[in-house]
């Protein structure tokens, strides 16, 4: 299958890795699958194609991207949301732009993702709308994070910018001297 993407959970008993066609949870004390979860199905394409992967800070839920490519007629940039227990496939929708990057607000409110293009969009994580498509200074941002109260969204690749999650309104930004910020 080909492996994609790993992420531990907040308490490392959990390993979450994403393949081409399956997402799992191991139980690192023993290696043992511990839940497959299955991506939305998509009609006309051989594989799921993982390109980010993000857990919640309760550990509840897990949060996919799927590679698409608009150049070649591959529009399917979908987000996916699961229940980490039951493996249930809660939502899936279609995000802006190809999706390199998603991060979960720790108080459980949102879910970020951005990647190709400068925009970052903010989704209310209980409904799966979108909240807030946020312009931000870079040509792709590579890089997005909350801070520990959830109040001040960041985003990034050679300038880093802050935003307000509620209302998507810029706080500051900064330039990185030689280098990408990477979360």
Do not use: M
Request: charged share 20%; glycine share 8%; with cysteine.
């Amino acid at each position: 299958d080909g492996l994609g993407l790993l992420r531990f959970s907040q308490d490392s008993k959990s390993l979450f890795a994403q393949g081409l066609t399956v997402l799992r949870r191991y139980d690192v004390a023993n290696g043992a699958v511990a839940q497959t979860y299955t991506p939305a199905k998509l009609p006309n394409y051989e594989s799921y194609l993982p390109n980010a992967l993000a857990v919640s800070s309760d550990e509840r839920f897990i949060a996919t991207a799927r590679i698409c490519n608009p150049t070649y007629n591959d529009h399917k940039c979908l987000v996916s949301v699961w229940d980490v227990r039951s493996g249930r496939l809660l939502r899936t929708w279609q995000a802006g732009n190809q999706v390199t990057v998603l991060a979960f607000s720790p108080d459980g409110r949102w879910l970020a993702s951005a990647g190709q293009g400068s925009k970052v969009e903010l989704w209310d994580h209980a409904n799966g709308r979108l909240a807030h498509r946020i312009e931000t200074s870079a040509e792709n941002v590579t890089s997005i994070t909350f801070s520990p109260d959830s109040g001040t969204l960041f985003a990034g690749r050679d300038i880093v910018e802050a935003f307000e999650p509620s209302t998507g309104r810029p706080i500051w930004r900064t330039k990185l001297e030689n280098s990408y910020a990477q979360a």
